[in-house]
Each structure stands twice: as C-alpha cells, then as structure tokens.
C-alpha cells in the first residue's frame, strides 16, 4: 500500500461500517432533536416539559453528532474530490453548520425557557419548525449526494 | 409467484408515475431516512432506559408510555415511504439479498414483538424495582436493538447490490431503444457485490 492510498478503499468491510456507523448515529441524533421539537409542536409527550426531554436527551443528541460528524470525515476522504465539486453535499454542510448552531443557541435558550405545563408560545413553536425544516435539509443533502451530477450545478 | 407479484406492484399506475417522475425516489427516500431518524431515536431511548443504561433518573414508565404513540406513528410513516420505495422497482429488491435479509428481519422483530408487548412493553409499571429492571426485560431491550441495527444494516447494504442486466424494470427503463444501455455496454457480467467505497453503487 502506497503513503497516499486510502485504507477505506483497500478494505472490503470499513466503509460499509462506517456508513452504518453514520447513518445510526444521525438517526439519534436527528431524532432526539425531532423529539423535543415535536413535544413543542404539542404532536408528542405532552406530560413532559420540553425543558426537562432536551435535558435527557441532550448527552445521546452530543455524542451521535459527534460520530456522525467523525464517520462523515472519514467518508469524506475516500473521494475528496467529488464531494467537494457536488452541489447537494454543499448544501449539505451548509444545513448542517446552521442546524448545529441554531441548536446550541436559540433552540437551547427557547427549549430551556419552557415551564412544565405552560402553553407553548407560536414564537417556540416556530423555532421547533425551523429546528425540524434544518436538520431534515441535512437529509435530503445527504441522499441527493448521488443523485447530482459532479460540478457546482443543479443538473 | 412473489416475484409475478412485485412485477404486477412496479407496473401499476402509481409506481410507474412515482418511478417516471424526476426526483420521487430520492424524495422519498430522503422522507424514509427522516422517518427512520425519529423512530430510531425513540427506539433507541426505550430499550436502552429498559437496559438501564440511559435515562435512569427518569422510571421505566416515564420514558416507554410516552414514546408507545409516536413510536408507532414513525414507524407507519417510514414503513409507508419503504413501501413506496419498494414498489417503484419491487423486482430489483425482491432479486437483491439484503433486501431479502431485511425482510427475515422484520419478521423477527414482530415476532420479538408478539413475545414481548404482552409482559415487557404494555406493563412498565411492573418493571420498577428496587434492583432495577427484571431480566426479561433487559433481554427484551437487547433483542430490540440488535434486531434494528441488523435492519439499518442490511437497508444499506440494499444499495451496494447492482441489479442483474435481465431484470424488467433495469433494461426497460436503463436501455434506449436501439441501443445498449451504458450500464450493459460497459458491465457485460456485472459481479453481484462491488468491493469499496469507489465502486458502491449508491
């Protein structure tokens, strides 16, 4: 093997687990935010106080971003190249750079500020839809990747 | 028989539209894997609270009775986009291994359901003890979320499967007429399975 090549591309197995390994842990991360967020829209788990979901939720939400975002570099480095000229993984890490910030800072403080048993406000609620709309624009990024031809456009 | 069947599901009227249309399977796929998200968290959250290795500060039934409804709602949604995705070209999945595998797998979930529900998932109240959960229950858990992974497993090993040159729906739609298609042009005996990540398919 030269200095150069890719183990991931020498290795039947390793980049096959590391796509399940992507998949798995966006699918927790996304889905512990789209639980906090439904229990604002007031669509799930009424009983609990959305404060408290984001608090239980909010350890598994971490360390599936952070594997996700770690088997997504991995990846990325088989085929650099293509991903980089590709219109719909642009879009991608766009989505993802403002789904991760909106998260840490105003959905944090709106989610926070609910009181258990209060009415959630139209305000919170539209945080929790652009919360959802963020994050589920990651996805479609993602699974347009192979769908788009290579080269910034949208062919 | 069963494939007679998936032929007469990809020709009808709303799986030809959906498979003539520009982007419906990358729409809908994007919907089943944002559907797959919310329900996979949910199912992740209850068998690990039923392990005891999340969410302990919270009881047993504190963390399954809330989640019974929408659990059971994603999984309606992201069984519905599966469904569609599967009819679309119903000939090619019914032809491809994993897909075979993750079928034998759902069937082994509903049986660990069918086990389970009456004991474990329907009676979380009874779970509470002063030792933790009862062994049942954190063998129901473990189950679960290996009978899942497995799932996720084998729906993405779906797309490292090309499907063979002489199936319906591939030469029908790949092919121009009065010309090989690229695909058959270039991989006249295409292998089953492409090793790599520069050769998977999708």
Known sequence: ?155 | MLLDLALWLQNTGLMRALRESDHGYEILLSLHLSFISLFGAMIALTNTRLLGWALTQDSVSEVVDPLRWPKRAGFVCAATCGFLLFGMKAEEYYLNVFFRIKVMLFLTIATHALVFRPSVYNKPSELEGASGTPLRAKIAGGIALVLWFGVVCAGRGIGYIYPPPFSHHFTAMRAVPGERSAYNSANPAAPDARSGASNRRR
């Open chain 1, 1 to 155: 093997m030269n200095m150069g090549d890719n183990p991931l591309d020498a290795s039947l197995l390793l980049f096959p687990i590391f796509e399940v390994t992507h998949i798995v842990s966006f699918a927790i991360a996304i889905g512990t935010v789209a639980l906090v967020d439904f229990r604002m829209l007031g669509l799930a788990m009424p009983r609990q106080a959305p404060g408290k979901l984001m608090r239980d939720t909010r350890l598994w939400t971490l360390i599936a971003l952070c594997a996700t975002v770690f088997s997504g570099l991995l990846m990325y480095s088989t085929e650099p190249e293509k991903y980089y000229l590709n219109v719909s993984f642009l879009f991608k890490l766009a989505c993802l750079f403002l789904a991760i910030t909106f998260h840490y800072t105003v959905h944090r403080r709106v989610v926070l500020a609910q009181r258990s048993g209060s009415r959630i406000e139209a305000g919170a609620k539209l945080v929790a839809c652009v919360s959802l709309v963020l994050w589920v624009s990651v996805v479609f990024g993602g699974i347009f990747i192979e769908f788009v031809r290579p080269g910034l456009s949208f062919n």
